[in-house]
Each structure stands twice: as C-alpha cells, then as structure tokens.
C-alpha cells in the first residue's frame, strides 16, 4: 500500500565514504549480471555534489549506478562516495514529512506537561510563545499544541488545532488540500512515544466529534492568525499572539 503519487524521494539509509577510484571498472560486470537476469533494473546516471572549501564552494560531477525494484518505488543508489536506499513507497505523506521527527526533537528538549487549566474556547487564554515554551521546557495542552503547530508551518505543513471543553491537541491535513486529517496528543510528548500520542490523539478527535463539540482551529496565512473555522472574525482568538 502506497500514496498514488508519491511527492519526493524519502532516503531511509546513506552510508558514506572516502572515495573509492576504479569502482567504475568493477560495475561492469554487475551490470551485465543485471541485464541477463532482468533484475534488478539497472541504471546510470550522474550526480552533482558541491564541496566548500578555503577556495570556496566546488561543483563535481560522479557517476550513480540505480538499481530499482520493478516497480520503480525502491531504488539502492551507488557512487564512488556513498551508498544509500530511497523509496517513493510510503503510506502516509507524514512518513515523509518528519512530523516525528518535530515530536522527537521536542521530547528531546525536555519539553513536560504543565497541567493548568484553560478556559478555551469558551473564554480568553493567555497562551505561551513557542520560544517560552522551549525556553521553559514546559507547555500545557494549548500551549504544546501551538508549539508543535508552529514547527510545522515553518516547514510548509497544514497544522490544525482542535478545541474541545477545557482542552486542545494537534491536527494536520494528511496531504496539500486534502480533506483527511491525523491528529496527535502533544501533552504526551514528555511521557510517551509518537505512536501512542498519535493514537490518543485520534481517539480523542474520535470522541468529540461524535458528542459534537470539536472545534477546528487552523492557521491562516492570508491573515497571518490563528482562527477558528466556526468563527466570523479572529477576534474571538487574538489573545494567542497578546
């Protein structure tokens, strides 16, 4: 199971070394192995790498050797200076996209649950800045929420905030305009693994959605404000930047 169209290249492993001189003569006869058994599909091509230097930045052009599956979705990529594995074959655009990889960084920060209560939506909320909430390793549910959404516009994303009665967690559009969502729990981020903030975080939205009462709160780069999609105006949620 796969994306239909596949955006970019995902490289799951390089390996890289010193350069390897003569490694050119030694392909030939791989390649003719490749072509009597039609497999792996061979291919070459070149490369271009810059390397900076005293004198400066340097463009070098090296040969790449491609050995695809018949599919073309997974691909071992060979040159004289590394060795690496790519796929276009991922289930969810976020495999790609290293929205893990924001939720570990942070966990890694030290980043805890502060438990306080907060009367979003149904009142004001004094909300923290992204950079407080680094600089204090800590973020109640609103707050880590707004963190991790943040991190994410930085990098193209579309991060959602849902908000409940006395809560919010994070959401974010599983592909460029599309309709489907995933959601995740941010107050686990000191406690548990991805995976499982990623499941609560879908239960959760499950949940409130049934009773009715999840509210979706995205970001709008028109208007550079978070707004509430149940909203006329922002007015209703200036305090996040107040």
């Known amino acids: 199971m796969h994306l239909a169209q596949s955006p970019l290249v995902l490289v799951l492993v390089q390996a890289r070394f010193p350069r390897r ?22 291919h070459e091509g070149s490369i271009q790498t810059v390397g900076i230097g005293p004198e400066g930045p340097a463009l070098t052009n090296a040969p790449r050797w491609d050995l695809l599956d018949r599919s073309r979705r997974w691909n071992v990529v060979l040159s004289p ?9 991922y289930h969810r655009f976020r495999d790609f996209l290293g929205i893990k990889a924001i939720y570990n960084t942070l966990k890694a920060q030290g980043i805890t649950y502060s438990s306080t209560t907060i ?5 004001s909320q004094k909300i923290r800045y992204p950079s407080a909430s680094l600089q204090e390793a800590s973020a109640n549910c609103i707050d880590g929420t707004v963190l991790m959404a943040s991190a994410m516009e930085a990098i193209g994303l579309q991060p ?33 693994t991805f ?17 009715g009462d999840a509210k979706n709160c995205r970001y709008c780069k028109s208007s550079s404000r978070w707004y509430n999609s149940r909203c006329t105006s922002i007015a209703e949620i200036t305090s996040i930047y107040s």
């Open 21 to 42: 001189h003569g490694i050119e003569g030694r392909i030939e006869a791989f390649r003719a192995a490749c072509e009597d058994s039609d497999y792996p599909l061979f």
């Open 81 to 89: 200076e590394f060795l690496l594995l790519q796929t276009t074959e």
């Open 119 to 123: 009367s979003f939506p149904a009142g």
């Open 160 to 192: 959602l905030i849902v908000l409940v009665p006395g809560h919010a967690f994070l959401g974010w559009r599983a592909l460029d305009g599309s309709t489907t969502s995933e959601f995740l729990e941010t107050t686990m981020i000191g406690t548990s």
């Open 195 to 211: 995976e499982e903030a990623l499941n609560q975080g879908t239960t959760e939205f499950n949940q409130h959605q049934q009773a």
